[in-house]
């Protein structure tokens, strides 16, 4: 078991692939976005052995995201490779962060190797208000994706960030279809996470104003169900669940059970925080793993208590590094 200095238990894992994404949402990274150099990379085999690790240390829940996953050619083969630890019951959950352009091709095989939930970022059905908030992304596949992921068997939330001038007027009619398909959505504040081009004092939305015109559709009542996120969630008089993360107005740190991994081993503790560990190096220095555990171990015992987040005009990003680097 990994504990932490505040005494929470680690047993969350995300794992970022790759940091290159075949999208440019203006939230997330500025227009003109510079990729690492693909020998930073982690390898299939360092991944599956860094995963292996966590593994071992008491990991129950692995997410894989991203950049965006499914554009790293061997993101299938990790999956594949994961998979056994489903079937060892080492892990409860292998599951996945996408933008869901490429989803449709690889469904059947992410379902087939043990996936059983997915993640899926669409911040509009509005094909003319996706294209533009994603730099350029077409719906059409996105919907494919979502469809052919739900055809496979696997359970689909939806994922959307809220934009003041975006798609805060179309966050009721997302989430009815979403709700539509059997599938929740999830509204999260936009966080302050790099440059990106735009200030977030613009783009960010409270989660009360978001719930308010929820509630003005729906009568909603609280769930208790929890994901061992940060989400807190609604079920509709209608049946449809809709979950709210609230990292700016109400942030649930003292429950955090995570760390991240970049596509290049670092290991950040905290999205908000800059303390990272390198886990590359160790991971390379040799082919057993007595280095790499000694770093998680230091690493774990080094996770700060929380993050914060503000949003005020002109103020700097809370760090520097986008989200689509740190893996969300
Ligand atoms: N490309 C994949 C996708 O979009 O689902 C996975 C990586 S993406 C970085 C993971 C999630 O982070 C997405 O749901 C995205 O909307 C969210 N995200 C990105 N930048 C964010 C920001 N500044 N604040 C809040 N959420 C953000
Ligand atoms: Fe790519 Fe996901 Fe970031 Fe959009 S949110 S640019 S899809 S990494």
Not at 126 to 149: C, H, K, L, N, S
Not at 169 to 186: F, I, K, N, P, S
Not at 210 to 218: C, H, K, P
Not at 270 to 297: E, V, Y
């Amino acid at each position: 078991m990994m504990i932490d200095p505040f005494g929470r238990s680690i047993s969350y894992l995300r794992v970022s692939l790759t940091d290159r994404c075949n999208l440019r949402c203006t939230y997330c990274m500025p227009a003109r976005m510079r990729f690492l150099p693909r020998e930073e990379l982690l390898s299939l085999d360092e991944l599956d052995r860094l995963c292996s690790a966590f593994v071992r240390k008491g990991v129950r829940k692995l997410r894989l995201t991203g950049g965006e996953p499914l554009v790293r050619k061997d993101a299938i083969d990790l999956v594949e490779r994961l998979s056994r630890f489903l079937q060892s019951g080492e892990l409860d959950e292998l599951t996945m962060t996408t933008n869901g352009l490429l989803l449709a091709d690889h469904a059947a095989a992410l379902a087939s190797f043990g996936m059983r939930r997915i993640n899926v970022s669409l911040d509009s059905i509005d094909p003319e208000t996706y294209a533009r908030v994603t730099r350029g992304g077409r719906i059409e596949q996105v919907i494919a994706g979502i469809d052919a992921a739900i055809g496979a068997g696997i359970n689909v939330k939806i994922n959307a960030v809220a934009l003041t001038q975006d798609n805060l007027d179309m966050l009721v009619g997302l989430a009815e279809w979403a709700h539509a398909r059997g599938a929740a959505l999830t509204v999260i504040e936009v966080m302050p996470l790099g440059e990106v081009g735009e200030d977030r004092s613009d783009q960010f939305v409270p989660m009360s104003e978001i719930r308010r015109r929820f509630a003005e559709r729906w009568t909603l009542t609280d769930l208790a169900m929890r994901t061992g996120g940060p989400a807190r969630y609604v079920r509709t008089n209608e049946g449809g669940t809709i979950g709210f993360i609230t990292p700016l107005t109400h942030n649930f740190c003292g429950d955090c059970n995570r760390v991240r991994v970049t596509c290049t081993g670092q290991l950040f503790q905290c999205l908000g925080q800059d303390a990272n560990a390198d886990l590359r190096t160790p991971l390379r220095a040799s082919a057993g793993d007595k280095l790499l555990d000694a770093a998680i171990d230091a690493a774990i015992g080094l996770k700060p208590e929380r993050h914060h987040f503000a949003i005020a005009r002109g103020a700097a990003p809370a760090v520097a590094r986008t989200m689509s680097l740190t893996g969300g």
